[in-house]
């Protein structure tokens, strides 16, 4: 009777993201939307925003954008490996002084100097990440605090190699004869970075390399019972960050021409150690988020002051109002992490799940 039906097979209409297999797991995006997303705005980026801003705003971006690199390399060490690390404003002068001294006394191209310089900062950080292999937690930070000083010492006092106080010009950069000159090429110079260095994070995060790192952060003595050689990665850690911040001080030494010592203090430090926390450790956009609030922050404070201290000399006010920046610098900071201490990423991650479930909150 029932000899004539054909037995059709179900249709099933997966709801949300079923991973059936590895590779989808470790997948940097995990929809077509995703895709689809970072592709306009990298058309976006390098499209409309160099073509529509100003010379003081595609200044600031440019900032932000090697800001932004120097933190990705940071948020490596600090946030997948758990080390901590005060000497990251000196590794990036040590990417400076490295790209300046092999442009104007090697005469290296743009192209070979910048990679230069992060191998050489590289060998440099390893090497004063060698006490992570025996300290850590706070007593690795006072090491790293050491290697601050002890390079910015050498930046200042070693003249016939750096210049001393005089600092070093460097030559313009040029790129199969395209010479680098004014902002706007800058930017896409600086930005086409930025994002080989975010893609090669984030591959690097999906790899042994990565999940060793995180194992590390999250307990050394159950990752090294697991086989991880725990010194190994951290030094590798070390030279990964420090060879990022090494890039990052390299594009900044030939977007600025003239280098001195001066800029690459503590201060510059704690401000990238501020950039990773702000942004939330462990995230690489977190990096840029924070690289983007900090230095987006010294600007507002710094135009601030400057009206502050005109007031003061007009007569208007009576304080002394420069001392406020580093105030107001610190305090927003110390807010930040207090009402969100998983930093402007999990903001960013709320917002995302909003969009993801609109209209329905389930």
Known sequence: ???????????????????TDYRQEISIFETDFGR??????????FGVVPFASGPYFL???????????????????????GQISLGHGAFFGVGAYAAAILATRLHFPFLLSLPAAGIITAMVGMVFGIPSGRLKGLYLTIATLAGQFIIQYVLVHWESLTGGTMGITVPTA???????????????????????VT???????????GRAFVAIRDNDRAAEGMGIPIFSYKLLSFGISSFFAGIAGGLWAYYMISITAEPFTLGLSVEYIAMVIIGGLGSIPGAIFGAI???????????LTQIFMNMQLAGVI??????????????????????EPKGLAEIWRIIRSNFRLWPFSY
């Open 174 to 196: 040029n790129i199969f004869g395209l010479t680098l000159m004014g902002d706007r090429t800058f930017f896409f110079v600086i930005y086409i970075c930025l994002v080989a």
């Open 59 to 81: 200044y600031v971006l440019n900032m932000i954008g090697i800001a932004a690199i120097a933190a990705i390399g940071l948020n490596i060490l600090i946030g997948y490996t």
């Open 293 to 303: 609030f900090i230095t987006g922050l010294n600007e507002v404070l710094r135009h």
């Open 318 to 339: 009576g304080l002394n109002m420069a001392a406020l920046r580093e105030f107001a610098f610190g305090l927003s900071i110390v807010l930040f992490i207090l009402f």
């Open 199 to 209: 893609l090669i994070t984030v591959n690097l995060m999906r790899t042994r390399y």
């Open 36 to 45: 689809t997303a970072t592709l306009i705005g990298l058309i976006i980026l």
């Open 1 to 19: 009777m029932f000899s004539g039906l054909k037995m059709r097979k179900p249709h099933y209409h997966p709801c949300g993201n079923f991973k």
